[in-house]
């Protein structure tokens, strides 16, 4: 991938939706910046950027919920990014598989 295809927004960032490789569960959203994609793809595991810290943040790094980089793809508008990932735990802080586990519906 060329990050310099990628189209980042005002602040620097591009948009990244966290997906299971092996369920398609969609598992959290966040935030990458020009830096967090290149480690990403070196890396082969997900970083991502804080907008409350400011700072890169490696996903897993404190809790061991790490997820390996099996694919990142961008949508055809180059705006926004697919990470196919396989998890070692939950994505969410809060303890879910996932951060999408309310239904507003509900």
């Known amino acids: 991938m060329d990050i310099s295809q990628l189209r980042f927004n005002d602040q620097g960032l591009i948009p990244c939706i966290v997906q299971d490789a ?3 569960d969609v598992l959290m959203m966040a935030w990458m910046n020009a830096e967090s994609v290149r480690l990403t793809l070196d890396q ?12 890169l943040w490696h996903k897993g790094e404190t809790s ?22 396989t998890p070692a735990g939950p994505a969410c802080h809060t303890g879910e598989t ?9």
């Not at 919920?65 to 990470?83: G, P």
């Open 22 to 24: 092996a369920t398609k």
């Open 44 to 55: 082969r595991t997900t970083w991502f950027f804080s907008r409350s810290r400011g700072q």
């Open 64 to 85: 061991g919920n790490t997820q390996q980089l099996v694919d990142l793809r961008y949508d055809c508008d180059e705006d926004c990014l697919l990470a196919l990932v």
């Open 98 to 106: 996932t951060c999408f586990y309310r239904s507003a519906l509900e």
